[in-house]
Structures are given as C-alpha cells and as structure tokens.
C-alpha cells in the first residue's frame, strides 16, 4: 500500500513566484532607467552619426563581437528593411577577408561595450587606411573605439539588470534602442512610405496588412458595368455572368453614378422589371475606394457598412471613373483582415 503521508517531489531550488516577478520587474525597471539615461543624453554626435550615413553613398556596414555583434544584427536588418541598404560583417570573419566587402563610400558602425574589442582592431584599422567613416556606439567615452572613431555614440553607464551585475542586459538594450532611433530618424529624413516599406515585405503577414486595393481588384472586363439607360435585362445578365452580386451604373461620362444590387432587385420586383431602364432600379451614389488605399482599409468599410463588394474609381468618393471592383473574399483569401 502507498504511502499517503508521502509529499510530491519539489525541486529544492523551486522559488517563490512573487520573487521571480520581483526579480522580472527589478530587470525591465533598470534597463527603463538605461534608456531614459540614454534619452537624455543623446546630442551633437548623433546628429553627426545621422549626416554621415545620410551623405554616404554606399552602404551602412555594422560589425560587433558577442551580444553585441547580435545587436548589430537587428540594426542592420532593421536599417535595411526601412530604406537604409545595411548589413552585417563579423569581425572575426573580416580579418580573414571580409574586409573586402567594405568599400570606401561604405560608413562602419561598430559596436563595444568595453570599446576594447581586440577583434575589431583590423576593421577599425581598414577604416583608418581607406578614409571610410567610422561609427562607434560604445560606453567606453576614452576607448581605443571611440577615439579612433569620427563619430563616438558613448552610452551612458547604466548597471547591468542581471544580479551579479556582469551579463549583457541593459548595454545591449541600450545599444539596440540607440540602432532603431538611428533606423527611425534616417527613415523620416528619407520620405520613407508605407508603401516602401510594403515594398520590402511582401511576405508575411507585414506583406498582406499593406496589400493596396489595386494589388487585389478585379479590372476591365471583369468589372459588371452597365450603361444608365441600359436595360434590366442586359443589367441582370451582366450581374449574373460576373457573380459579383452588383452591377455599377455608369453616365454618358462614363462615370459611377450607382449600383444595383440583389437588395434593388426586390424592391423593384415586378413584371416588367426587365424593361425599366437600370437608372430606375439603381441606388444613386455608392461606396467606393481609390485604388491607392491599403486593402485592410478597404475591409474596415466593407465590414462598417455590411457590403460585400466596392468600385474602386479614380475620384473622390461616390464619383469617378471605374477602375476596378473589389469582393471581400478577395481580401480574405490574401490574408487581409
């Protein structure tokens, strides 16, 4: 028989969930702290930081060893996938002719805690022989780094948040933080759209939230169009041959001017409905979209309104000429919502 008095095993180096959200929250609360030090502190050198990568006519080339060659990483992608061509050299790898990949309109950033890295020192050196601009982000003010750099990005000292005070935490949040304002700002001076950056995704869910409305309307032919003083009977065979559930109204401008959906066709239900003229049965005016606008906005009107369908057209709204029709299952099948 078992032994009821028998516990369940507990590891004896379980905690006491408050104090691991304690230790959580001690964590987030002094790397907050970092970054507001380094809000503050933030001057002149960045702006400089800012003209150089903006007047090089190359590309942003980031290197960085240990945690903080994987913050230069993310900087690059983040610089590359906002409009800054960027990418990422390993020290390492560039003293065993990586190098090569740096040109002399290329501007280096490259990142130290310590600003002591021995294994940037022959990067560092290329840039210093070839007169190609030198970035460093260091929190070293006085390092080899900084000093030999045209423009020092000094992090101010901030503890680290782990306990012992020694593993990379708030200098590496500092410095990623201090990459994305970097990122950001070359991104506003640039003009940078969403549509460039929809550009750059056009996979993902990032790709499909900035899908335009002319990626996914239905053009030409395809649109069920009739003219205003067009019969029924053409308006109903054409709504039928199209399946789009409407047909558009069009003037002698050839401009939208209404649709007639299944909802007028009730309403006008009788038995000369085929030999009235479509201006009769249509509803003036109507929801439409320029072709321009994201898809997803498309979706919000659709859903505001409970229609299934929008012209698109080239004039303001309600007016214009026809460019294409758009079903919300077009949408959905794309992946917007």
Aim: aromatic share 4%.
């Amino acid at each position: 028989m078992a032994d009821r008095n028998v516990q369940p095993n507990v590891h004896p180096n379980a905690r006491n969930s408050d104090a691991d959200l304690a230790v959580a929250r001690t964590v987030l609360k002094i790397e907050q702290d970092g970054l507001a030090v380094l809000s503050d502190s933030l001057g002149e050198p960045f702006i400089q930081a800012l003209d150089m990568i903006e007047a090089a006519t190359g590309r942003v080339v980031i290197t960085g060893m240990g945690k903080s060659g994987h913050v230069g990483h993310k900087i690059a992608a983040t610089m590359a996938s906002t409009g800054q061509p960027a990418f990422f050299v390993h020290p390492g790898e560039a003293s065993h002719g990586d190098l090569g990949m740096v040109q002399q309109d290329d501007v280096v950033i490259a990142l130290s805690n310590s600003g002591e890295t021995s294994e940037l020192s022959d990067f560092i050196a290329y840039t210093r022989r070839y007169s190609i601009g030198l970035i460093a982000m260091t929190g070293g003010l006085r390092s080899t780094l900084a000093t030999a750099a045209d423009v020092a990005l000094v992090i101010p000292p901030s503890p680290e948040a782990c306990s012992i005070g020694m593993a990379p935490t708030t200098s590496t949040t500092v410095m990623l933080a201090l990459g994305d304002a970097l990122a950001v700002c070359l991104l506003d001076r640039k003009g940078f759209t969403a549509q460039d950056f929809k550009n750059f995704h056009p996979g993902g869910k990032l790709g499909q939230r900035l899908l335009k409305v002319s990626d996914l309307m239905h053009v030409g032919d395809q649109m069920p169009l009739i003219d205003q003083d067009g019969l029924m009977s053409a308006a109903l065979i054409e709504m039928t041959a199209k399946r789009f559930g409407v047909v558009g109204v069009t003037d002698g401008a050839g401009l939208l001017i209404g649709v007639i959906t299944d909802g007028d066709l009730r309403r006008h239900m009788s038995k000369d409905l085929i030999h009235q003229k479509a201006r009769d049965v249509m509803t003036p005016g109507s929801v439409t979209m320029v072709p321009s606008h994201i898809a997803s906005e498309a979706v919000a009107v659709m859903n505001e309104r409970k229609i299934t369908t929008l012209f698109c057209v080239d004039g303001a709204q309600n007016k214009g000429q026809p460019l294409g029709i758009l079903h919300i299952h077009d949408c959905l099948q794309a992946g917007v919502v």
